[in-house]
C-alpha cells in the first residue's frame, strides 16, 4: 500500500542556496510532523500541521525554516539560505489521530548535504 | 542534559543472547513512551508502545518505571535482524503533538 512519500530523496546545496521538500502524506491522515536527523542523534521535532494548519512551530532552528501544508495533504518545508549545520535527514511522519499518541509513520527521508 | 536519554552503544551480542537497553527521562510530566526501531539510513518504526504494567510482544518486553522515571526494553534470543538502533521515545503531557527522541542505542546481533 502506499505509504509516506518524500522528494527528493538526496539533495545537495551550496550555502546560501533555498531549497524545498515535499511530503506525501498517508491518504487521510490528520496529522503531519517533520523532524530533522543528524548525523548519530535521534530525530529533532521541526513543525506540526494538523489538517492545513500549523499548530506547532517550536522546533523551527530559525526563521530560515519555512513549513505549509496548504490544502492539509501535502506539505513543504522549505529552508532559505542554507547553511552546513542545516544538512540532515528531513523526515516527515504522518498519523490518523490529532496528536502524536498514536503510531506516526514515517517517509523515507530527505537527506540534505550544504556544501 | 538531554530530555531523554539512552546509552548510544554499540551493543554486541552473539546471535541468542538477552539483551537490556534503558532509557531515562527528565520530565516528572511525561506521560506516553515508546520504543521506535531504526534500521541504518531507514526511516524509524514504531517498535511499541510501552504501558504502565509493562507489555510483551513476543521476544520484546518493555517496562516503565515512573517513580525512577526510566524505561527499558528487553530483547531475548536476539536475531541476526535484530541488529539496529533502538530509540526511546517519550511525550510530554503539556504537548501531546511532540515526540521527544533519545538518540538511540545501536545493536549489532553477530553469528
Known amino acids: 500500500g502506499a505509504g509516506v512519500s518524500q522528494s527528493p530523496r538526496y539533495k545537495v546545496a551550496k550555502r546560501g542556496q533555498d531549497v524545498a521538500l515535499r511530503c506525501d502524506p498517508i491518504s487521510g491522515h490528520v496529522s503531519l510532523f517533520w523532524y530533522q536527523q543528524a548525523l548519530g542523534q535521534g530525530p529533532e521535532f521541526l513543525t506540526y500541521?494538523?489538517?492545513?494548519?500549523?499548530?506547532?512551530k517550536s522546533g523551527l532552528p530559525s526563521d530560515r525554516f519555512f513549513a505549509e501544508r496548504p490544502e492539509g495533504s501535502v506539505s513543504t518545508l522549505k529552508i532559505q539560505r542554507t547553511q552546513q549545520e542545516d544538512s540532515a535527514v528531513y523526515l516527515c511522519a504522518s498519523s490518523f489521530r490529532h496528536d502524536a499518541t498514536y503510531e506516526q509513520y514515517f517517509g523515507p527521508g530527505t537527506r540534505l548535504t550544504v556544501t | 542534559r538531554k530530555e531523554v536519554e539512552q546509552d548510544p552503544g554499540p551493543f554486541n551480542v552473539p546471535e541468542g543472547a538477552t539483551v537490556a537497553f534503558n532509557c531515562t527521562y527528565s520530565n516528572s510530566a511525561s506521560q506516553s513512551f515508546f520504543w521506535y526501531r531504526q534500521d541504518c539510513r531507514k526511516e524509524p518504526k514504531l517498535l511499541m508502545s510501552?504501558?504502565?504494567?509493562?507489555n510483551e510482544d513476543g521476544r520484546f518486553t518493555a517496562q516503565l518505571n515512573r517513580a525512577s522515571q526510566y524505561i527499558s526494553l528487553l530483547i531475548r534470543d536476539s536475531k541476526l535482524s535484530d541488529s539496529a538502533t533502538y530509540l526511546c521515545?517519550?511525550?510530554?503531557?503539556?504537548?501531546?503533538?511532540?515526540?521527544?527522541w533519545g538518540l538511540g542505542t545501536s545493536l549489532a546481533v553477530n553469528p
Open positions: 510501552v504501558y504502565s504494567s509493562g
Open positions: 500541521f494538523q489538517n492545513e494548519a500549523q499548530l506547532d
Open positions: 521515545v517519550v511525550i510530554n503531557a503539556g504537548n501531546n503533538r511532540k515526540l521527544i
